[in-house]
């Protein structure tokens, strides 16, 4: 939470006082103790880290090239698989920001292996647990993906 929710050392702060966000140095009192925290803020610096994030993460291939670990590569896949299957079959393990299933290019028929990206690192690890189990009859492995992948 912002401003009036906002939480330093598990107690509440208390709203900001005074000047609108600006960039610069803003003081927060702590409930009635006596104690300030100055805080020093760069509204230009962080406009321009959070029109990245957007970028990145509206861009599926931009978050896989800037965010490797979180991401698993799933082999041994069924030939008939789909993104859909891939997306159901770690629907329980956290947000999934994108599944890519690589396809042959003549065939067009998918090639056996899929890469998803996650919103957390939880959610990696969680999906890291299903390694060996099935998919279509087929006992699907899961890894971290690499870097280069």
Known sequence: EAANGSFLDE???EPFKGAALHSGVSEVALGTSSRRYTF????????K???ALYEVLEDPLKLAAARPELGVFMNNLPKDVTEEMVRDFVADCGTVLSVAVPRH???QEPRGFAIVMFG??????SALKLDRDLMGGLEVRV???KKDE
């Open 143 to 145: 890894r971290r993906r």
């Open 40 to 47: 020093t803020f760069d509204l230009a610096a962080a406009a």
């Open 105 to 107: 290019r003549t065939s």
């Open 11 to 13: 107690r509440r702060l």
């Open 120 to 125: 957390t690192e939880a959610a990696v690890v």
């Open 49 to 51: 880290r959070s029109l």
